[in-house]
């Protein structure tokens, strides 16, 4: 994009620089010819005067006194009938500039000069409107490498914004690019991510609703017909079988559809590597808690991988330092280890508060409650989105306020041509 944007600009720069260069510079060369030329014709104006003043008082023709008028290095020729032509000056080749004015008694005043003065004046005007040409150009380079500059990371930003969203990253941005067209699609973009929050809440909760009513009155259906199965009417025993079978095979289909929900919930989940992600999102974070005179800190064990979805991961992050920024104090620690379970991994958020209060404490991740008149959504979300890559998201301390994310090690197959750490065994 800003290629082209550059490109478009010099194109433009381009002709409009040609289409008046070539104009204006055969307007100077005309018009050194013409002022060249004008100013030869008052000189041979002026001799021609002079002599026809001799020629009335009846004296004969004398160059000398007009010497004075005659342009260095010109040549002086008049011509009159039936007498010897006359000459002043040292001889000139054929590049010469001309100009003839009459006489009296039907003479002629011819003046000329060597042609190359006018020349070298004319190759000057044309070097100095094409060295114009050259500035103006170069100036719309500058201009117009500024402007596509300008123009063109609002624009990878706004890209980057919409990938991030594909990704499940609903994190708001409130930076703007003072240009309307651009600053209307990203309050677009942030209405989006607000509505796909919302929307991702909204889904995830559904599908746990559903879970977990289906599931309570399937296991008290079974215990039922179970019981019913060793009822001493043996036709009555027969049809609770059936119907045992019936309700456990109800039971099978509900655990693949929700198998195949969060399967396809976690179709972009890859092995994420926490330190490059954890010190990207510590980076971007930094200067928010600098501004309140507040630190971020960042503990990574070495080689530590979690099978997660980028975006959504980021998205996670963003709303636990978010919420320790405005509700939270003192340093911000973000922590990742090795869970007690070597296929788990933690990634810690903690600061040096005062923590959440008992009586909030068991409502943090519930959708629209707040303790200090938030929204109430992006602890839900949050947790919603860890939910989706198949993690698990808890608040494992109330003072300091501590939030714990327990996500999945990611195994060598899950994506081919990952690096791997080697194990470390004992030797």
């Known amino acids: 994009m800003r290629r082209r944007i550059l490109l478009a600009i010099l194109l433009a720069v381009a002709v409009t620089g040609v289409a008046l260069g070539i104009p204006l510079g055969v307007t100077g060369w005309l018009l050194v010819d013409n002022l060249t030329r004008e100013d030869l014709a008052s000189s041979a104006q002026r001799i021609a005067a002079i002599l026809d003043d001799q020629l009335a008082d009846g004296r004969p023709l004398d160059l000398s006194h007009v010497r004075v008028a005659v342009p260095k290095n010109g040549n002086l020729t008049v ?95 409130s930076r703007r690019y003072d240009v309307a067209e651009l600053d209307a699609v990203a309050d677009a973009l942030d209405a989006s991510a607000t509505a796909l929050a919302q929307l991702v809440q909204r889904e995830r909760q559904l599908v746990g609703d559903v879970s977990h009513q289906l599931r309570s009155r399937l296991t008290a259906l079974q215990l039922r017909l179970e019981a019913l199965t060793t009822h001493p009417d043996e036709e009555v025993a027969d049809s609770a079988r059936t119907a045992q079978e019936q309700a ?16 396809a919930s976690e179709v972009r989940v890859e092995p994420v590597d926490l330190s490059v992600l954890l010190g990207e999102v510590a980076d971007e974070w930094r200067p928010v808690f600098k501004r309140h005179n507040r630190s971020l800190r960042l503990r990574v064990g070495e080689g530590l991988r979690a099978r997660a979805t980028p975006g959504r991961l980021r998205e996670v992050l963003g709303v636990l330092l978010d919420n320790s920024a405005k509700h939270g104090a003192g340093t911000v620690t973000v922590t990742a280890r090795r869970g007690e379970n070597e296929n788990t991994v933690v990634v810690q958020v903690a600061d040096t508060g005062t923590g959440i209060p008992d009586d909030l404490a068991s409502h943090v991740f519930e959708r629209g409650f707040s303790g200090s008149g938030s929204t109430g959504v992006g602890l839900a979300l949050a947790r919603a989105l860890a939910e989706a890559d198949g993690g698990r998201l808890e608040l494992s301390a109330k003072r300091p306020a501590t939030f714990s994310l327990f996500l999945r090690v990611p195994r060598p197959s899950d994506v081919v041509g990952v690096s791997w750490p080697a194990e470390r065994v004992p030797r």
């Open 248 to 263: 456990d095979r109800l039971a099978a289909v509900l655990d693949e559809l929700l198998a195949a929900a969060r399967a």
């Open 79 to 173: 011509v009159r009938p039936d007498t010897p032509t006359l000459r002043y000056g040292r001889a000139l080749g054929q590049d010469v500039v001309v100009e003839t004015v009459p006489i009296a008694q039907n003479g002629t005043v011819r003046l000329a000069i060597p042609a190359q003065p006018m020349r070298t004046q004319q190759t000057q005007v044309a070097a100095a409107v094409l060295l114009l040409v050259v500035l103006s150009v170069g100036t719309g380079t500058v201009v117009a490498t500024v402007t596509a500059r300008r123009l063109a990371r609002p624009l990878r930003h706004v890209a980057d914004r919409a990938v991030r969203l594909g990704a499940g990253d609903f994190r708001p941005d």
